[in-house]
């Protein structure tokens, strides 16, 4: 099979909450790091080893992934509204094309930064930021494979592509933006603004 076609009639609950928790997994690190660091300070400035010095910073942890948590639940079906179904896939070798109310976006498997399974999901990510989610309940196990192994065979070129990707944009952004400078992900500000 070398091409194949998919047709998203809409997502579950189960696979929106799956996808929250995929794009949350970055703020919980960031979150439980610096609580992390916040419980150390606190014990190397009371020295002292007690429960009672880590309640707080555990406790406004578990406090933001509870609160997290219950604002994706809650908006539930106000995503489903934006997400307006259906979305269609074609998936070829060389790239996967998207088409959702009459707009198509085309991404070349070596631009194609991430393949994420979960246990309902694939995810595919164009850029580091946002994803295209495939419901597995929609898709055989060798069309599954088939995915896997487009993303596979592309890594030797993606980096490349990547790199060639991102000095492109740099310098769309340099010839729109003269009097900024750009830092390792994306424009400086502050001191840095002038080159």
């Known amino acids: 099979m070398n091409r194949f076609e998919l047709?998203?009639?809409?997502?579950?609950?189960?696979?929106?909450?799956?996808?929250?928790?995929?794009n949350a997994k970055?703020?919980?690190?960031?979150?439980?790091?610096?609580?992390?660091?916040?419980?150390?300070?606190?014990?190397?400035?009371?020295?002292?080893?007690?429960?009672?010095?880590?309640?707080?910073?555990v406790g406004i942890f578990v406090f933001c992934v509870a609160a997290w948590e219950i604002l994706y639940r809650a908006s539930y079906k106000d995503q489903l509204a934006e997400l307006n179904p259906p979305v269609r896939y074609d998936f070829t070798?060389?790239?996967?094309?998207?088409?959702?109310?009459?707009?198509?976006?085309?991404?070349?498997?070596?631009?194609?930064?991430k393949l994420k399974k979960t246990?309902?999901?694939?995810?595919?990510?164009?850029n580091d930021a946002s994803?295209?989610?495939?419901?597995?309940?929609?898709?055989?196990?060798?069309?599954?494979?088939?995915l896997e192994k487009w993303f596979r065979d592309s890594r030797a070129d993606a980096k490349a592509f990547q790199k060639k990707e991102l000095n492109r944009e740099r310098a769309e952004f340099r010839a729109n933006?003269?009097?900024?400078?750009?830092?390792?992900?994306?424009p400086a500000w502050g001191p840095f603004r002038k080159r």
């Open 177 to 186: 933006h003269p009097g900024l400078r750009l830092g390792r992900r994306g």
């Open 7 to 22: 047709e998203v009639p809409g997502i579950t609950r189960a696979e929106y909450f799956q996808a929250c928790r995929l």
């Open 93 to 113: 070798p060389k790239e996967w094309k998207v088409e959702n109310n009459g707009v198509q976006n085309t991404v070349n498997w070596k631009g194609t930064t």
């Open 131 to 146: 994803s295209s989610l495939l419901p597995r309940r929609l898709m055989s196990q060798q069309q599954i494979d088939l």
């Open 26 to 57: 970055r703020l919980y690190t960031i979150l439980g790091c610096s609580m992390v660091v916040l419980c150390g300070i606190i014990t190397l400035a009371t020295d002292n080893w007690s429960l009672k010095a880590l309640l707080w910073p």
């Open 119 to 126: 246990k309902d999901c694939l995810f595919l990510y164009n």
